[in-house]
């Protein structure tokens, strides 16, 4: 069988009405976030339109799914990367 050729994406989104994070998992990044900025999805189309603020790129779907887990379900981890992300953010 030959090996995958799929990437898995975690991303963060923000909001540019409202300036809220929105974290997801994707294995389309281009698609989805089309997605999110044309309304098609339900939890953020009431904030669209979003910026895409950082990914990161997984071979495994579980490792994906994991650490958009993480990232949604601990606090720590969520604040740790949105503190990397600081100047990207443009907070001081």
Same mark, same amino acid.
């Given at each position: 069988?030959?090996?995958?050729?799929?990437?898995?994406?975690?991303?963060?989104?923000?909001?540019?009405?409202?300036?809220?994070?929105?974290? $997801?998992?994707?294995?389309?990044?281009?698609?989805?976030?089309?997605?999110?900025?044309? $309304?098609?999805?339900?939890?953020?189309?009431?904030?669209?339109?979003?910026?895409?603020?950082?990914?990161?790129?997984?071979?495994?779907?579980?490792?994906?799914?994991?650490?958009?887990?993480?990232l949604k $379900?601990?606090?720590?981890?969520?604040?740790?990367?949105?503190?990397?992300?600081?100047?990207?953010? $443009?907070?001081?």
């Amino acid at each position: 069988m030959p090996p995958t050729t799929f990437m898995f994406y975690v991303y963060v989104l923000k909001s540019l009405k409202d300036s809220n994070f929105y974290i $997801g998992c994707t294995n389309d990044l281009r698609r989805r976030f089309r997605e999110h900025n044309m $309304g098609v999805s339900k939890s953020t189309r009431d904030r669209v339109p979003f910026e895409l603020v950082y990914y990161e790129a997984y071979k495994s779907l579980n490792d994906a799914r994991r650490r958009e887990a993480r990232l949604k $379900g601990f606090k720590n981890a969520y604040k740790e990367l949105i503190k990397r992300l600081e100047d990207s953010l $443009g907070k001081t």
